[in-house]
């Protein structure tokens, strides 16, 4: 059983820090802020959750006992980390800054035309 449990850990840590070393080449790779702001907060999200879990596992199963800061952990990361993007993103588009010349269509700007036309 505790073979089993620090191939999980293990597994999880690792799947963190892989996903963390994602969102930290795609905030360096990415061209605009937009996508480099969805790399920075989806993928380091999940690759925060998913070594915070891991300890947490880390803690029941091989030290038996529950760890309530953990949990708060990773319920904090969970909720603020999207809604802090959405909002990053939110203000970076009311502020002007250009989307990528060769991203899809900017929707809100035809939809913000027709509201001030009415």
């Known amino acids: 059983m505790i073979v089993i449990s620090k ?3 293990g597994y999880l840590v690792l799947q963190g820090a892989i996903l963390s070393l994602i969102a ?3 905030v ?3 061209p605009d802020t937009y996508t480099r702001n969805h790399a920075a907060s989806k993928s380091a999200t999940l690759g925060v959750i998913s070594i915070l879990l891991g300890l947490f596992l880390n803690y029941l199963l091989l030290d038996h006992h529950v760890s309530a800061k953990v ?5 904090f990361v969970f909720v603020t980390s999207p809604v802090a993007g959405h909002l990053i993103s939110r203000a970076a588009y009311n502020s002007g800054v250009p989307l990528w010349k060769n991203s899809v269509q900017d929707d809100l700007k035809r939809d913000k035309k027709r509201m001030k036309s009415r």
């Open 7 to 9: 191939i999980i850990i």
């Open 24 to 26: 930290a080449i795609g």
């Open 28 to 30: 360096v790779r990415l």
């Open 71 to 75: 949990l708060l952990g990773i319920i």
